[in-house]
């Protein structure tokens, strides 16, 4: 399977992840010039912008591990300009990491940090 696959199929598991633990999901892979959010989702009155990461493997290291400080600025970026496009409020902001090891197509491991950053 490519990574984009791999992605794909993560990102679809993080969200029924998601639905199964009462989030409200709003909007999957928003996108705009800053670039992308993979989930904005919420729960209550807090707003979660969450980075999924997918491996199939340990070889490149945790999914995780890759959301290094330049990624969390520029995640910062695009949920600074979900909010001003949707002029929506919240009582809480928090961004948050979903960690996916695909073992085979119907198993995976799935780690959830909140306020990850």
């Not at 009462?22 to 989930?39: F, M, P």
């Not at 493997?57 to 600025?73: I, T």
């Not at 909010?83 to 809480?92: H, I, M, N, P």
């Not at 979903?98 to 909140?114: L, P, V």
């Amino acid at each position: 399977m490519d990574n984009k696959k791999i992605g794909a199929l993560g990102e679809r598991r993080a969200v029924e992840f998601l639905k199964r633990n009462n989030y409200n999901i709003l909007a999957v892979n928003y996108r705009c010039r800053q670039g992308e959010i993979d989930i904005i989702a919420r729960q209550g009155n807090t707003l979660i912008f969450i980075e999924v990461k997918t491996r199939s493997s340990l070889k490149f290291g945790m999914g995780m591990e890759a959301v290094n400080y330049v990624k969390q600025q520029k995640i910062k970026k695009v949920a600074m300009n979900f909010l001003s496009e949707k002029r929506t409020v919240f009582t809480d902001l928090r961004f948050d990491v979903i960690d996916i090891m695909i073992k085979d197509r119907d198993t995976a491991e799935i780690t959830h940090i909140k306020n990850a950053f």
